[in-house]
């Protein structure tokens, strides 16, 4: 269990939330460069809608590795380079409860 | 003689004087739109002393929003992505109309005889088309396959002939729309163009219609003085047996240089800018460049090409010369850059700065930078002289 923790350092909850500042930059980022495919209101585009009903009964897990991975054989590109997994777990966290 | 006395009675009435100070006479031709994306607002600019001249608020969620412009340059046709197009009045700065035509849009045409204007759906896909006018319905064109599925549309320009001809991103269609009877548009498909077509230009003469592929790479050509021939593959697998990049942000064609003998656009997930040579229809070279372009826009002298990047190197802005295809400047206008429009001599270019919410402008000679205008994220740029062009 423990080497299972090191090795795989990350799938962060609550307990390593992004601070205030880099909160403000990823709003930034779904707003508008998620926006760019999904629409600023999220409410779709060339990319589906992601508001918090067009996501309701989806695994908040399954949302972040589509976020962290992309999904193939779609333009859904992998944000990995770019977010952490506690990121991608906040994004998800606020997009299903609904833009701010 | 009475006829001498009336002129002189109007000239020194205080009504009137006041009345020509506050709305003295003025062209539109130096005129132009910049989108503010998050805001739903758009700044009214002109270009001739660059300065904001008014703001036109309520136009909804303006991301990837567009223009077109009437024939007089008088009227700006604003498309939303949520599927509200506006009419807005250059000289009064106000919303003349507003429809809301669908659920989620991605950009309009309006026709050679500037009497209708057309918008392409997502949500439900399709093209409506409506008298420039009143915005009044005219005709309704889904983007229905044989299969009966729904497509987006994309790439919605405007030819000669009164058409209008677009792309169907699922299905992989290219449709020409012959609109010579309004009300019952003739549409011939052509089918089987290639995979998700995501963006399409048309040459500035209306000869070819080119539909950029996401799906595959490669790019679906249709000569429109030769439509019996059907849509040709260009530049076929260009990238083959290449690692395509992941794609942060979708280029555009819509800014495509064509400088007559050679067309370069964006390649899709490489750090290219592809060069076709526009008699052979063939590869002519490939130049490397910061980032993945978005929009790769010729000077109007066609002399240089300015291009832009996608997340996360859209901080950049890059200008090739086209004879000796080398990258001449580069500069760092600020954080994402998201267009650049050219005034219409090409002597200065105006580039939108979303994130510092700004429009930076710049002597398109020696790449000084001229002056800046505060904007809320701005996007798109539109000058009013885009109402004579094909296309645009």
């Known amino acids: 269990m423990l080497l299972f923790t090191i090795s795989f350092p990350g799938p962060a909850r609550a307990d390593s939330m992004p601070n205030p500042a880099r909160q403000a930059e990823l709003l930034n980022l779904v707003r508008q460069d998620c926006g760019s495919c999904h629409g600023l209101t999220l409410a779709g585009g060339l990319g589906l809608p992601l508001t918090p009903e067009a996501l309701k009964g989806k695994s908040p897990e399954a949302l972040e590795e589509t976020i962290l991975r992309g999904r193939s054989g779609t333009p859904m590109p992998p944000w990995s380079p770019f977010l952490t997994e506690a990121e991608a777990a906040w994004i998800v966290d606020i997009l299903l409860k609904g833009l701010p | ?392």
């Open chain 2, 1 to 392: 003689m009475r006829h001498k006395i009336i002129p002189l009675f109007f000239l020194f009435s205080p009504l009137l004087l006041s009345g020509c100070a506050s709305t003295p006479l003025r062209g539109t031709g130096d005129m132009g739109l910049i989108i503010e994306r998050a805001a739903g607002s758009v700044q009214i600019v002109e270009t001739t002393h660059r300065t904001r001249l008014g703001q036109v608020p309520g136009l909804g969620d303006l991301s990837h929003a567009s223009v077109n412009y009437s024939r007089d340059e008088r009227y700006a046709y604003v498309f939303g992505r949520d599927g509200g197009l506006t009419k807005v009045d250059m000289l009064e700065m106000r919303i003349v109309k507003r429809v809301m035509q669908s659920g989620n849009s991605i950009g309009g045409a309006i026709s050679q005889d500037g009497r209708l204007v057309a918008v392409a759906n997502y949500t439900p896909g399709g093209v409506k088309i409506f008298d420039a006018e009143t915005l009044d319905l005219v005709a309704n064109i889904p983007a229905i396959d044989d299969a009966g599925k729904s497509s987006k549309v994309i790439g919605l320009v405007d030819a000669p002939g009164n058409r209008f001809v677009f792309s169907l991103f699922e299905s992989g269609e290219i449709w020409v729309a012959d609109m010579r009877v309004a009300a019952k548009p003739v549409v011939t498909k052509f089918k089987g163009i290639g995979k998700e077509p995501y963006d399409a230009m048309i040459t500035g003469d209306g000869r070819y219609y080119l539909a950029g592929l996401f799906g595959e790479d490669g790019l679906a050509m249709l000569d429109l003085w030769n439509v019996q021939a059907g849509v040709k593959r260009v530049l076929n697998g260009y990238g083959k047996g290449e690692q395509k990049l992941p794609v942060y942000k979708m280029p555009h064609l819509e800014g495509w240089a064509a400088t007559g003998n050679e067309l370069l656009v964006p390649a899709v997930g490489r750090h290219e800018v592809l060069v076709i040579d526009q008699n052979k229809w063939t590869e002519a070279g490939r130049i490397p460049v910061h980032g993945q372009p978005v929009f790769v826009v010729a000077r109007p002298d066609n002399r240089q090409v300015w291009v832009n990047f996608a997340f996360p190197d859209n901080d950049t802005v890059q200008v090739i010369d086209i004879a000796s295809r080398a990258i001449v400047k580069t500069l760092k206008p600020g954080k994402a850059v998201l267009h650049m429009e050219f005034t219409p001599r090409g002597e200065q270019v105006w580039v939108s700065v979303r994130d510092d919410n700004r429009v930076e402008i710049y002597d398109a000679e020696t790449f000084e930078k001229v002056s800046e205008l505060p904007a809320d994220k701005p996007s798109g740029i539109f000058f009013t002289p885009r109402a004579h062009r094909t296309g645009q």
